[in-house]
Nanobody
Framework: VQLQASGGGLVQAGGSLRLSCTAS????????MRWYRQAPGKQRELVAG???????NYADSVKGRFTISRDRAKNTVYLQMNSLKPDDTGVYYC?????????????WGQGTLVTVSS
């Protein structure tokens, strides 16, 4: 299984970006998908997650500004980021817990850089 993330870039404060992450390979079902981010010099933190039944959760710092969604048919998760702030700068990683042919496994994408200028 591979996760391919895209959509990062440079944006001014107050702007928007949409990240995408697509899972490919032998996938029976996707249990959950999450977005994490890591700012320079800081630990990786959970930004948002969505479960197989559509339940979502968000870090307090992004509530009301970010929206996570998924397209089951495309095995893709999206992160719509609005009203971006310089503190949102970092490398964004997607994560998926996937049920395969014989096991449940945890997977990470390669990361996509988001830079928000003030």
């Amino acid at each position: 299984v591979q996760l391919q993330a895209s959509g990062g870039g440079l944006v001014q404060a107050g702007g928007s970006l949409r990240l995408s992450c697509t899972a490919s390979g032998v996938i029976y079902s996707i249990n959950s998908m999450r977005w994490y981010r890591q700012a320079p010099g800081k630990q990786r933190e959970l930004v948002a997650g969505i479960t197989s039944d559509g339940s979502t959760n968000y870090a307090d710092s992004v509530k009301g500004r970010f929206t996570i969604s998924r397209d089951r048919a495309k095995n893709t998760v999206y992160l719509q980021m609005n009203s971006l702030k310089p503190d949102d700068t970092g490398v964004y990683y997607c994560n998926a817990v996937i049920t395969g042919a014989t096991s449940i496994t945890n997977h990470w994408g390669q990361g996509t850089l988001v830079t928000v200028s003030s």
